[in-house]
């Protein structure tokens, strides 16, 4: 049966990519990307599909993404299809993983079909964004054995390529393993060396000026943008926040590294340190917010089946393309559109109250910490 299940499942999105005539538009960024390496072109300068989009990654990422470059587009969307429905599979088993708990090949099958359709998940297939390969390499790392060897580089390799995993390197250093956060310094430094040599002056335009032009990666005010900036943006109908921004999100990245810091579980922590970035980050499209797989999984661990059914409802119901979204109308929403409009930040700020009443109760926060022996599902 639950082979069925997935199989139906992946054959629908396919049927779907085709009927709608997917452009995959950010692989083929990436295409654009890894043919400016080949061909010596502007990196930081080009523009592509018919929404002019930018290269936005470091210069590591283009030199990862050159062997797109060798691929047609149609077989580039199919490889890009293929690949993320892996690294679904992948991804829900680590979740479990990360959970305490083996999945059985039934169990897994049947979790991949339905995590396929959460808005994230779907939304990184279709675009052919590459969240779930990020996700994966950082969770696969922290959920290593301690003591693993080389645990951390996997974390410094996703900083390489998207930075924002670097967050984890701080995460390692308030949970006292120095020796995990500076293997995965050294490993990000490494990607930072490599893509110098390979691109000096791109690295050089990257890290000196295209890094702080946020805006280069979007409009922060739209409703694609599911971060705190996003919501506090079209909440005061202001496209530049600034300060109304700025400072919750400092008291915010604070707490939630702090409660990260010493949850109880380590599971928790990891959690906690994800959805505190996607908060503070100036622009965390939707489909970043793929790290609502394991916390669903980690949820439904811990018996909180009602909570996990919420969460899973919000990452599914897709109510932020249901507002009013067309030219400048995000910031033109009515006060009951403003929570349909940014489901993800509200329960992330939820989530992070939720922990904080946790761990100020006695209880809890005396609590040891637990391992967490895997179990068979």
Known sequence: MSCVLLAVSLSSL??????QRVPMADALVYRAEGAAVVHGGDLYGLTVTEWHLPATYPPFAAVL???TTRLPAPVLKAVFLAGNALLLVCLVA?????AGRTLSPAALRSATAL???LEPVFQTVVFGQINLAIVCLSLWDLTRPAGARAKGAAVGVAAGIKLVPAVFIGYLLLRRRPREAATAAVAGAATVLLGTLALPSASVDFFTRRLYQTDRVGKPWIIDNQSLQGLIARLLRDPAPGPAWLLPATAIGATGLWLAARAREERWGILLTAFTTLLVCPISWSHHWVWCVPLIAVLLTEHRVRLAAVTAVVFTARTLWLVPHQGAQDLRLPWWQQPLAAPYPLLGLTLLALCAARAASPADGDAPARTGVPRRA
């Open 115 to 117: 995590a396929l359709w």
């Open 65 to 67: 993404f050159v062997p």
């Open 14 to 19: 396919a049927v779907l990519c085709v009927w």
């Open 94 to 98: 680590l979740s479990a993983r990360l």
